[in-house]
């Protein structure tokens, strides 16, 4: 036995002088680690996360294959699903169960120093899950943070405060929390991060209603938030915001709320942009920094209602009304969103018509408007929900009452195919690698 055992070591010595030789001689070994490196990108569509209506069910459907990948069951039904700053994960917010759950998509890249590394996988479940009080608004710097605003509960005893919880994906991917803020009431609120910046809600003593009056500036330390102090100008019944270039906007009544950030440690004290309506949605997108889409409400029913929309300028904090092709009085959205460009901005009305807008000459111009994309329009929530492919270009808008997924060429605007998924669709996200 010790016999062999040494002539076994003299091979494997041997072995290793041959492996020698050829590295001195640009050998086997170069062309080995040249073998490693290949097939590190994915030619992948991604996946879409689509939450099933009063259902605890999340399907991952493999947009590569047109199949589903897993369905995996959360602890309570979806009250809205999002992609992780990174789209990796699907963030699953129940905000009746105070919780929020992430599932891994399978697709990710990794930056590994001298080229970036695609990866496919089973979707997965994770067992991280964060738990709040009704956690509402979702606020993402895009491949960079996110956090999600839980409004705290003012019915419960004791109250269940406000608090914010910041992640990244590799936190995400590490079962933890970058950062996390506790307020000291329970309020329908947002927290946008930006960089290390954080500007999150707080209310005057005699705000008109329970929503914010005003945004408070705090900046991370270690695994929390310090106070810097509150921005002056008011914004009365804030609710909506986003953040890109160098810009924050928030919906206020009777107008929006501009922030804009300097440089990487400061923040401008706001500036109101007034319009006839109150703003309680805004659009936008990070390739698209510094612009913005107000959406307001106007009538109150039973007489007439209309959503009006509103293109805003961060730089010039300029806002003008935009009227998609063939918007009336009485229609009414009921989904929205860009595509993976931030060029084009689609919009379902309450008849299931779909209409595109594209960016031209710094103003957003008609690009397609197909009547019936949806044929029956559900009569009350889940609404149709879309969501951009990151990868590719295509949008996908939902059919709650057919129970369809309805693919669209994002550059014309066109339908290209309707899928049948089996089930009544609510919340929809994208996941994979951003191109």
Known sequence: ???????????????????????????????????EHENIAIDSAGRLAVAEMNAATLRIHDLDSGAVDASHVMQGAPSAVYASPGGRYAVVLQRTQDRVQFVDGGIWQEDHGNHLHDYKQASRLLSFALNGAAPTHYDVQAGVQAAVFMDGNASATPVHNAGVRLFTDASIGAASTVASLELSLPIHGLAEPVGDKLLAVARAGDAPNTLPTHLALYRRSGSGYTFVRELPTRC?????????????????????????????????????????LRVGTIAGHPRLPDRFIGIATEGVAPAPVTTRFYAVDGVAATVGEFTPE??????????????????????????????????????????????AAIPTMPTAAPWPAIAANGA????????????????????????????????TPSAMAWLGITR
């Open 1 to 35: 036995m010790m016999t062999r055992t040494i002539r076994r070591r003299r091979w494997l010595l041997s072995g290793l002088a041959s492996v020698c030789m050829l590295a001195a001689c640009g050998g086997g070994v170069e062309r080995e680690a040249e073998h």
């Open 326 to 371: 063939g918007w009336a009085t009485g229609r009414v959205r009921r989904a929205h969103g860009f595509d993976r460009s931030g060029q084009r901005f689609f919009i379902v009305d309450d008849q299931g018509t779909l209409i595109v807008a594209q960016r031209q000459g710094g103003t957003w111009a008609s690009l397609a408007r197909v009547t």
């Open 236 to 276: 009365d019944g804030m609710h909506g915001s986003f953040s890109s270039g160098s810009s924050t906007l928030t919906g206020c009544m009777g107008g929006m709320l501009l922030v804009r950030h300097p440089t990487a440690t400061t923040v401008s004290d706001g500036q109101l942009l007034s319009t006839a």
């Open 392 to 423: 590719k270009d295509q949008v996908y808008i939902t059919d709650p009452v057919a129970r369809q997924l309805i693919v669209v060429n994002s550059s014309t605007g066109a339908v290209v195919t309707r899928r049948d998924l089996g089930y």
